[in-house]
């Protein structure tokens, strides 16, 4: 049972490239979301997603765009990367109506 | 707008010690109150979670923590820490209803470091 697999694991990118961070989860989950990891700042979300075709904004969600045309993957796209987006990113799940999030190993991002 | 706080930054215990961190939300409606645990290295894990009736919720590896509703607390305990505790604690909390479900705020997070 894989339950949400982040890939990359690290990534680093130079001010300006764009990417896509992956997230896929096996569970049948219809919640996910992502998160950032910042010292000192716990977890802020950045977009979560209620089902396949729906998707809204969380804290910070400034330069990041998400899509969710399946309910297994959930993407997290940088448009043109900045230094302020070094971070760790976080993938979580949940069935709907229970609110246990499971995460991912999480993506260690740098900016250049 | 919901927030969580952590009163602890950094926690330096000695093995065997007494563990208490504190957690407080600002919330005025019911709410599903969780600790995740992040190992070094590690991704998030669930420790524990209260979403209703006994407020005194145990966790694994003999994790407990208390939900005070008049206090907006939701402190985690452990009795004796042993060194392989060391991790960063985080409490989060969640607004109960259809609008919010899923909608996690943390803490800014606890390291706690056990020393041998």
């Known amino acids: 049972n894989a339950g949400v697999t982040q890939t990359p694991k690290f990534q680093v990118l130079k001010t300006g490239q764009s990417m896509t961070l992956q997230c896929a989860q096996d569970?049948?989950?219809?919640?996910m979301s992502w998160y950032r990891q910042d010292p000192g700042m716990g977890l802020r979300l950045i977009h979560y997603?209620?089902?396949?075709?729906?998707?809204d904004q969380g804290e910070v969600p400034n330069g990041y765009n998400v899509s969710r045309s399946t309910t297994e993957d959930f993407p997290l796209r940088l448009l043109s990367a900045a230094p302020s987006q070094t971070s760790v990113y976080f993938c979580?799940?949940?069935?709907?109506?229970?609110?246990?999030?499971?995460f991912g190993a999480g993506t260690r991002l740098s900016v250049l | 707008a919901q927030s969580v706080s952590q009163h602890n930054h950094h926690v330096i215990l000695s093995e065997a010690a007494s563990l208490e961190l504190g957690c407080n939300y600002s919330?005025?409606?019911?709410?599903?109150l969780f600790w995740y645990v992040q190992y070094p290295g590690q991704h998030l894990q669930l420790l524990l979670k209260?979403?209703?009736?006994?407020?005194l919720v145990k966790g694994i590896k003999g994790f407990e923590a208390e939900f005070i509703k008049s206090k907006f607390s939701f402190n985690l305990r452990k009795p004796s820490v042993q060194w392989s505790d060391t991790a960063e604690y985080f409490c989060?909390?969640?607004?109960?209803?259809?609008?919010?479900?899923?909608?996690?705020?943390f803490g800014q997070g606890t390291t706690l470091q056990v020393k041998p």
């Open positions: 989060a909390v969640n607004a109960r209803g259809s609008s919010n479900t899923g909608k996690l705020i």
């Open positions: 979580a799940s949940s069935p709907l109506f229970k609110d246990i999030q499971y």
């Open positions: 919330y005025g409606g019911t709410v599903n």
């Open positions: 209260y979403f209703s009736g006994d407020p």
């Open positions: 569970m049948n989950h219809e919640y």
């Open positions: 997603s209620v089902g396949a075709g729906i998707t």
